[in-house]
């Protein structure tokens, strides 16, 4: 068993640095093809509302709070106010729905 626990660590460390290393060892010139310069210009905005997405839903004590202060935080943004503005809204919108929920 504690045999195993290492072959794992190290599979998953060799995977790691494959895909960190292979890309720049492959690809030496620009990449000139727009397709794939627009995917990966947008990459990291898509990992990253990948990744904080169902943390928002999640979060809060009910589901209808998390929709809310979303949908909050979705018109200010859309609206171009600031991050601070956005955050502040979405925490009173989430505050306000669990006080009336509960």
Do not use: D, H
């Not at 720049?24 to 397709?35: D, F, G, S, V």
């Not at 997405?53 to 999640?58: D, S």
Request: hydrophobic fraction near 60%; proline fraction near 4%.
């Amino acid at each position: 068993m504690q045999r195993s626990v290492y072959v794992y660590i190290l599979v998953m460390a060799v995977v790691t640095y494959l895909i960190r290393v292979l890309p720049l060892t492959l690809i030496r010139r620009e990449i000139k093809n727009q397709t794939i310069r627009s995917f990966l210009f947008y990459m990291p905005y898509v990992t990253l509302a990948v990744m904080t997405f169902p943390a928002i839903l999640t979060a809060t004590a009910t589901p209808v709070s998390a929709v809310a202060g979303l949908a909050v935080a979705g018109v200010l943004a859309w609206r171009n106010a600031s991050l601070f503005q956005v955050a502040c809204a979405a925490c009173a919108a989430v505050f306000v729905v669990e006080w009336i929920v509960a």
